[in-house]
């Protein structure tokens, strides 16, 4: 199985600041790669497919790169509620495996 | 407005079984693969299985192969998952979610809980 190490695992950051969290697959997955936002109680929804394609009714803040092994999402300029839990997910193989997290808090 | 609701959690027996259901309304069912995924209390989310559109294909998480099934029924717009053999470590909120490669949107999910 195709494992996806995210880091960091977590984050402590200031509104207005500009982020960057990683995602490593073991190997090469293309970009088959899509980026979940998940608010504590709530179901994930998803932001970036396809490595960097912003799904339909995401800010523009939200940006995602990368191909074959290395991935990045980037939030540009931080609002309160960008607060959460973000998970990479890779589709190129099965089984579909999911990265470990990276919470994002208030600094 | 395209909706997914589950049901069918609750607290179950290691052994036992447990059949999870998920509504779909506001899209045409029968044209998207459906997919589910759990989360473990505190843990990231873990896919579990898939389908395709028909029910002719199905994909499952080693974990769950012979003691999960996931199916459909196209004229009631609903997704299954039946799971017999249950675990402790079965323990999760279960979200069913449309899609194949990625998921969107996905239900609110429900909690299955498996402890004597």
């Known amino acids: 199985a195709i494992q996806l190490t995210q880091s960091p695992s977590s984050l402590s950051a200031s509104v207005g600041d500009r982020v960057t969290i990683t995602c490593r697959a073991s190997?090469?997955?293309?970009?088959?790669l899509a980026w979940y936002q998940q608010k504590p109680g709530k179901a994930p929804k998803l932001l970036i497919y396809?490595?960097?394609s912003l799904e339909s009714g995401v800010p523009s803040r939200f940006s995602g790169s990368g191909s074959g092994t290395d991935f990045t999402l980037t939030i540009s300029s931080l609002q309160p509620e960008d607060f959460a839990t973000y998970s990479c997910?890779?589709?190129?193989?099965?089984?579909?495996?999911f990265g470990q997290g990276t919470r994002l808090e208030i600094k | 407005e395209v909706q997914l609701v589950e049901s069918g959690g609750g607290l179950v027996q290691p052994g036992g079984s447990l059949r999870l259901s998920c509504a779909a309304s506001?899209?045409?069912?029968?044209?998207?693969?459906m997919t589910w995924v759990r989360q473990a209390p505190g843990r990231g989310l873990e896919w579990v299985a898939n389908?395709?559109?028909?029910?002719?294909?199905?994909y499952y998480v080693d974990s769950v192969k012979g003691r999960f099934t996931i199916s459909r029924d196209n004229a009631k717009n609903s997704l299954y998952l039946q799971m017999n053999s249950l675990r402790a470590e079965d323990t999760a909120v279960y979200y069913c979610?449309?899609?194949?490669?990625?998921?969107?949107?996905w239900g609110q999910g429900t909690l299955v809980t498996v402890s004597s």
């Open positions: 389908i395709k559109q028909d029910g002719s294909e199905k």
């Open positions: 396809d490595a960097s």
């Open positions: 190997q090469g997955i293309s970009s088959a």
């Open positions: 997910q890779q589709f190129n193989s099965y089984p579909i495996t």
């Open positions: 506001g899209f045409t069912f029968s044209s998207y693969w």
């Open positions: 979610a449309r899609g194949y490669f990625w998921f969107d949107p």
